[in-house]
């Protein structure tokens, strides 16, 4: 089992920047893909982002396209997703999340970070 923690969220102003941290630990990522997603109040939770350990292929919802990178750093077994021009509609608990390459389910979630963003 891969356990994932988040870090990183906060509270910023309208045109503002944050980046979310997602450490992971229990098993090699070699064969994952590492997702966030995000989950406002009232609202179903949406995919924002994800990337492949291994070669880094991403991926990014069209909400978030041009606005945020995902990354991931081996040594520190971290995956990133840096967020700019941050707009009020992306308040919501962002969670962090792990899928094998053999299946498109996420499976492992970490228990969230809150962001928001004041207008």
Known sequence: QVQLVESGGGLVQAGGSL???CTASGRTLNNYFMGWFRQAPG???EFVASIRWIGGTTSYANSV??????????????VYLQMNSLKPEDTAVYYCAARTLATMEYTNWGQGTQVTVSS
């Open 43 to 45: 609202k179903e939770r």
């Open 65 to 78: 396209k041009g606005r945020s990178s995902i990354s991931r750093d081996y040594a520190k077994n971290t």
């Open 19 to 21: 980046r979310l941290s």
